[in-house]
């Protein structure tokens, strides 16, 4: 059973606004867990920075090496 082209083009309209919410919400969480986190002091923000740092190259290399290709 295939779904109507009526049921295509309402989702085809929600989608682009359905990824402006959660985009929203996620910058929205971003800027008050670093709020909350730069109140807490410069030690703290700057060992955060550094486990973020180190999350950003590891998915990074582990992304370059699973699409190398042999």
Same mark, same amino acid.
Request: glycine fraction near 8%; charge should be positive; charged fraction near 10%.
């Given at each position: ?8 083009? %309402? %989702?085809?309209? %929600? ?6 919410? +959660?985009?929203? @919400? ?5 800027? /008050? @867990?670093?709020?909350? %986190? ?15 740092? @180190?999350?950003? /190259? &590891?998915?990074?290399?582990? &992304? +370059?090496?699973?699409?190398?290709? +042999?």
């Amino acid at each position: 059973m295939t779904p109507s082209p009526h049921a295509d083009a %309402l %989702l085809d309209t %929600l989608f682009p606004l359905w990824q402006f919410v +959660i985009g929203v @919400a996620v910058a929205l969480f971003v800027v /008050v @867990a670093t709020y909350r %986190l730069a109140m807490r002091g410069p030690s703290r923000m700057r060992a955060a920075m550094l486990v973020t740092g @180190a999350a950003i /190259v &590891g998915i990074t290399v582990v &992304g +370059i090496l699973s699409n190398r290709h +042999i």
